[in-house]
């Protein structure tokens, strides 16, 4: 692989070299102190920034719980939903796009659950979402950044449906948390996901969750998947440790990436993703391409990456030579997923861009259209 080979999948994202450094130290036990120290090194990062995710760099969070778990972010969405509802529940899952969809799959594994559907890249209609989550509604599921329509969703809205109902509030943030604004309390949020090689820069592998303390006593660990067991998790991450073997390497990463990410802040952070995605978007327009979806005034698009509607001789079946052309130049960006493959590009800025890799990212695009 060429060294300036650039990345502009929405995950995994490029990483930095000391991260890819980090994982080729000699090898220790997960329960040496070793490991605990880089897990505790790795936690205190991630807690900084589950827990001031705003353009102040405030606090949001009045009390809670970073954890690792050896799997990536759809492992965190299951442990979730099965921990607060295991033994049967009702669950309502707001489905915009492909993750949402995910989610309300998952929740089908482990409870009678309502979906409260909208085409993809349709915006949230919370009036929808408040018809459907009731009383006997036990966890609501939303995803923040809709990856597969670059759609940013009204978390702090639906939060506040689920708050009124006294539902529990899972939040899959994958692709927003480390680039993005997330506020755990005023948003209503009692369980946040991340993936490791999205924002946060670090390579695939792991997820992290911030588990706030006052979900804690509705967890109940036993019904969920063996693996799962938050309460185990949280137990053992008090200690920073994992209940079973961790992902020593990988911990590392992430560790550095995160102590990157609180070097940088998250104020300027969250900063320069809006200015990068807001450049993606500007160069693409200038070219005479239009964003995917179309938005009214009360839908946002996503600070993280950005989705642009293939013009017509790169749709549909020309669309995997434009890709390959944009590749040629050592450049990888994505199709659009399920039915939407054929009909959009998807760019991301998650992680560590600079101003240069994302004036190449428009430059190579523009040069594979004219090809
Ligand atoms: N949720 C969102 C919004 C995502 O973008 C992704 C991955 O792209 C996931 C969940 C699931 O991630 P993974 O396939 O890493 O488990």
Redesign the pocket.
């Known amino acids: 692989m060429r060294e300036d080979f650039l990345l502009l999948n929405?995950?995994p994202v490029p990483v930095a070299r000391e991260v890819r450094e980090a994982m080729s130290e000699p090898m220790v036990s997960h329960r040496s102190a070793e490991f605990e120290a880089v897990y505790e090194r790795a936690q205190d990062h991630l807690d900084y920034v589950f827990e001031h995710s705003t353009p102040s760099g405030d606090s949001t969070s009045s009390g809670g719980t970073s954890l690792m778990l050896n799997?990536?972010?759809?492992?965190?969405?299951e442990a979730a939903v099965a921990n607060l509802v295991g033994d049967g529940g009702e669950v309502v899952s707001v489905v915009n796009?492909?993750?949402?969809r995910?989610?309300a799959r998952i929740a089908d594994r482990y409870a009678d659950t309502t979906r409260v559907e909208f085409d993809w890249g349709e915006p949230v209609d919370v009036d929808a979402v408040a018809d459907a989550v009731g009383p006997e509604t036990d966890v609501v599921t939303m995803?923040?950044?809709?990856?597969?329509t670059g759609l940013l969703n009204p978390v702090e809205d639906v939060g506040e449906v689920a708050g009124d109902a006294d539902a529990r509030y899972v939040v899959?943030?994958?692709?927003?948390i480390g680039g993005d604004e997330l506020r755990i309390d005023d948003w209503g949020v009692d369980v946040a996901?991340t993936?490791a090689?999205?924002a946060l820069a670090a390579p695939?592998g792991l997820?992290a969750m911030y588990v706030t303390d006052d979900v804690k006593p509705d967890l109940d660990g036993e019904a969920a998947p063996f693996y799962e067991d938050l309460d185990w998790h949280l137990r053992k991450a008090d200690s920073h440790q994992t209940p079973f073997t961790s992902a020593v390497p990988l911990f590392r990463a992430l560790a550095e990436a995160a102590a990157r990410i609180r070097e940088e802040g998250m104020p300027d952070r969250i900063a320069r993703h809006r200015e990068q995605s807001a450049a993606f978007r500007a160069g693409f327009h200038e070219m005479g391409l239009e964003s995917f979806p179309e938005l009214n005034e009360t839908a946002e698009y996503s600070n993280t990456l950005t989705a642009i509607r293939l013009p017509a001789g790169a749709r549909g079946d020309d669309a995997a030579a434009f890709m390959d052309a944009v590749n040629a130049r050592g450049v990888s960006i994505s199709g659009g997923q399920a039915h939407l493959g054929g009909d959009i590009f998807r760019v991301s800025n998650m992680g560590q861009l600079t101003s240069q890799q994302v004036l190449r990212g428009i430059r190579t695009v523009g040069e594979a259209f004219r090809e």
Do not use: C, L, Y
């Open positions: 929405p995950g799997g990536t972010a759809t492992m965190g969405m796009g492909k993750f949402g995910r989610f995803v923040h950044n809709e990856t597969s899959d943030g994958v692709t927003s996901i993936d090689q999205k695939p997820s």
